[in-house]
């Protein structure tokens, strides 16, 4: 059991999170919860979180809000709720690359236990152009993907959702001159022309890529990952790379650790932010260092 004071839980669900058929899925949590002795109130439009996350958390009733879904429904949670609200992560989108990072597992049972028995871990954040990201924001052809997938969109979504934008973006895109300005804390910024620029706050990519392996979510900064030169066979052979670990040796690639990052291009071209649209360039990128407050479970270490 939770103390007495703390067991109001809000649960914001995306129904439209991951490959469907997730009913079952939020009844069992819904269930177990309860059975802990938590008090839960469903949350299906973000429009009053804020206010209502809020007014639960200075009464000291609110022991968390859950958010059922992908990273882009976590993000969308961090966005409307205070730096002083606690957050917990259910698992039921495509990736899911938060959870995987707080091995927090879709099993109501062990997500209850830590509900109610794990301790608070306090994460850096990512603003860009204003808008927190937990994971990362991705400039170029990644992020034509995600408009594309996000343009048609019009359910769930799986790893199968996405071939028809990647095939749609490898006909059309042109791998616009990105100009990536970083402020790594001395007196000037450096700056590259690249094709690919990413930035991460945590260290993978989706698929499991691990583009910034060193990426880590407590250390007060943001890593750039950008790479020189566009092109479809280009970007295979950089994708081969990040597979085998190897992309850190090619001349082609660049990586800094800052706080400030400014990206700049003469083209319209798009960035995305933890896997939803994000807008058009340009973006300015900051880290908002232990800006996450999110529940893990008590013997839970960082993975990287």
Known sequence: MVPEIARRVLLVVNVTAGRGGRSSAIADLIGALQHCGLQVE??????GLSEQSGQ???????????????????????????????IAVYPLGTENLLAKYLKIEMDAAKFVRMLAHGRTAYLDAGR????????????GFDAEVV???????????SHLSYIKPILQ????????????????????????????AFVFNL???GGGLRIAPAADGDDGALDLCAFERGGLFTGLKYVAAVTLGLHQRLKEFTSWRGQQFRIESDDPVPYELDGDVGGMLPLTI???????????????TPVF
């Open 147 to 157: 408009r594309r997938l996000h343009q048609a969109r019009n359910g769930n979504i």
């Open 203 to 205: 260290p993978k990519y």
């Open 286 to 300: 900051e880290v908002v260092p232990r800006r996450l407050r999110l529940l893990v479970s008590p013997d839970w």
């Open 42 to 47: 469903r949350v299906d439009s973000l429009d």
């Open 56 to 86: 639960l958390l200075r009464s000291g009733q609110l022991r968390a809000v859950v958010a059922a879904g992908g990273d882009g429904t976590v993000a969308e949670v961090v966005n409307r709720t205070s730096p002083e609200t606690p």
């Open 169 to 196: 973006s490898i006909r059309s895109y042109n791998y616009p001159e990105l100009r990536v300005y970083c402020a790594p804390g001395g007196p000037e910024p450096v700056s590259v022309r690249c094709r690919f």
């Open 128 to 139: 860009a152009n204003g808008r927190l990201f937990l994971l990362m924001a991705g400039v």
